[in-house]
């Protein structure tokens, strides 16, 4: 593979330079056989590469054989170099050879140059691509902590654990936050008592002749007075007997039993 590429450009630099001598009396100017010459410097590419490769490090500097070769093929090319910038120069002026040379190497640190901003501006959308996921990453975190700290929220909510959640408070608590009015108090008075069915009924009367009817044990009797809740419009007077007679009544039905027709 070595050989044949050596080979292969050594048949290039010939062939390119044969044609050039052969026409370069008649075109008009460089363009006339500047594919010839991109063909020399292509095959003196090629003999360059390929010398030495494919080859060990004893091999490419103690063989006998294979440095006669590569000095045989240099001095080839070397050789046929000249005649082609002595042609060259002959036709075209002394310092064509120079300004094509010029030209070839602005040509060849252009295309470098282009590649390198090739790779700079490959590396560059690979940052950005990159620096783009990892915000996307970092947003979808945000939004992420933001729907778990909204789902704890909502439950806790729900669970009455919030810090301005409505609390159960108790009567006394309601009455002492001013959500819930106590009762207005007053005396009454006992105003009658009787005897029933080994009971002692006692009615009591308060403010805005307010009536009460209680039950207390005969043996220790009605008490004279107590605290009881304030109302505002008169009652009538209650009838022991009457109340009585109404409470009978009422132990009676629950006591028949039900009959079935």
Same mark, same amino acid.
């Given at each position: 593979?070595?050989v044949?590429?050596?080979?292969?450009g050594?048949?290039?630099?010939?062939?390119?330079?044969?044609?050039?001598?052969?026409?370069?009396?008649?075109?008009?100017?460089?363009?006339?056989i500047?594919?010839?010459i991109?063909g020399?410097?292509?095959?003196e590419?090629?003999?360059?590469?390929?010398?030495?490769?494919?080859?060990?490090?004893?091999?490419?500097?103690?063989?006998v054989?294979?440095?006669?070769?590569?000095?045989?093929?240099?001095k080839?090319?070397?050789?046929?170099?000249? @005649?082609?910038? +002595?042609? $060259? !120069?002959?036709?075209?002026?002394?310092?064509?050879?120079?300004? &094509?040379? *010029? @030209?070839?190497a +602005?040509? $060849? !640190?252009?295309a470098?140059?282009?590649?390198?901003?090739q790779? &700079?501006? *490959?590396?560059?959308?690979?940052d950005?691509?990159?620096?783009?996921l990892?915000?996307?990453?970092y947003?979808?975190?945000a939004?992420?902590?933001i729907f778990?700290?909204l789902v704890?929220?909502?439950?806790?909510?729900?669970k009455?654990?919030?810090?301005n959640?409505?609390?159960?408070?108790?009567?006394?608590?309601q009455?002492?936050?001013?959500?819930?009015k106590?009762?207005?108090?007053?005396?009454?008075?006992?105003?009658k008592?009787?005897?029933?069915?080994?009971?002692?009924?006692?009615?009591?009367e308060?403010?805005?002749?307010?009536?009460?009817?209680?039950?207390?044990?005969?043996?220790?009797?009605?008490?004279?007075?107590?605290?009881?809740?304030?109302?505002?419009?008169?009652?009538?007077?209650?009838?022991?007997?009457?109340?009585?007679?109404?409470l009978?009544l009422?132990?009676?039905?629950i006591?028949?039993?039900?009959?079935?027709?």
């Amino acid at each position: 593979m070595v050989v044949a590429e050596i080979l292969t450009g050594i048949a290039l630099v010939q062939k390119s330079v044969e044609f050039i001598k052969s026409n370069i009396s008649t075109v008009q100017d460089i363009s006339g056989i500047a594919k010839q010459i991109d063909g020399f410097f292509l095959g003196e590419e090629q003999m360059n590469k390929g010398q030495g490769r494919g080859m060990s490090i004893a091999e490419q500097f103690g063989s006998v054989e294979s440095s006669a070769n590569d000095f045989i093929n240099r001095k080839l090319l070397e050789e046929r170099r000249n @005649e082609l910038k +002595n042609i $060259i !120069n002959l036709r075209f002026g002394p310092a064509a050879w120079d300004q &094509i040379i *010029a @030209e070839r190497a +602005n040509r $060849i !640190n252009q295309a470098k140059e282009a590649q390198r901003q090739q790779r &700079i501006k *490959a590396r560059k959308q690979q940052d950005e691509i990159m620096e783009m996921l990892k915000w996307v990453g970092y947003s979808c975190i945000a939004v992420g902590l933001i729907f778990g700290a909204l789902v704890v929220t909502v439950k806790a909510y729900a669970k009455g654990k919030m810090y301005n959640a409505p609390k159960d408070y108790t009567r006394n608590q309601q009455i002492n936050n001013g959500t819930v009015k106590p009762p207005v108090l007053t005396t009454c008075r006992l105003k009658k008592q009787k005897v029933y069915k080994g009971k002692l009924a006692c009615i009591y009367e308060g403010a805005n002749r307010k009536f009460t009817l209680d039950f207390a044990d005969i043996r220790v009797g009605c008490p004279k007075q107590f605290r009881c809740q304030y109302r505002r419009l008169n009652d009538k007077e209650p009838s022991i007997d009457k109340v009585m007679e109404s409470l009978r009544l009422s132990l009676i039905h629950i006591s028949e039993p039900t009959s079935c027709s």
